[in-house]
């Protein structure tokens, strides 16, 4: 059993950053593949970006390669989303959630944090 909490999210113009932070209760924390995903109003939850256990291995949704950056700190029992360049279209609920492996599929993650609000104005 893992329980994920984010923090982090806010209000901030177009071209600013935030970091979100996703803190894990669990011993086993470096055994799970993380990943953030997003939900904006009236669409489907998609996928934003994935961390292996280890570190070693991210992937990241083209449409924000390049601005967003996954991380984690597994002696804090932490993910991190990096935002930079933010856009008014990023505008959603960010959640984390934790997988046996890496993936982009919602259906492969067991685990999910509560979400966290990310409002970029234009």
């Known amino acids: 059993q893992v329980q994920l909490v984010e923090s982090g999210g806010g209000l901030v113009q177009a071209g600013g950053s935030l970091r979100l932070s996703c803190a894990a209760e669990g011993r086993t924390f470096a055994n799970y593949a993380m990943g953030w995903f997003r939900q904006a109003p009236g669409k489907e939850r998609e996928f934003v970006a994935t961390i292996s256990g280890s570190g070693r291995r991210t992937y990241t949704q083209d449409s924000v390669k390049g601005r967003f950056a996954i991380s984690r700190d597994n002696t804090k029992n932490t993910v991190y989303l990096q935002m930079n360049s933010l856009k008014p279209e990023d505008t959603a609920v960010y959640y984390c959630?934790?997988?046996?492996?890496?993936?982009?599929?919602?259906?492969?993650?067991?685990?999910w944090g509560q979400g966290t609000q990310v409002t970029v104005s234009s």
């Open positions: 959630a934790a997988a046996n492996s890496v993936s982009s599929s919602y259906s492969s993650y067991a685990y």
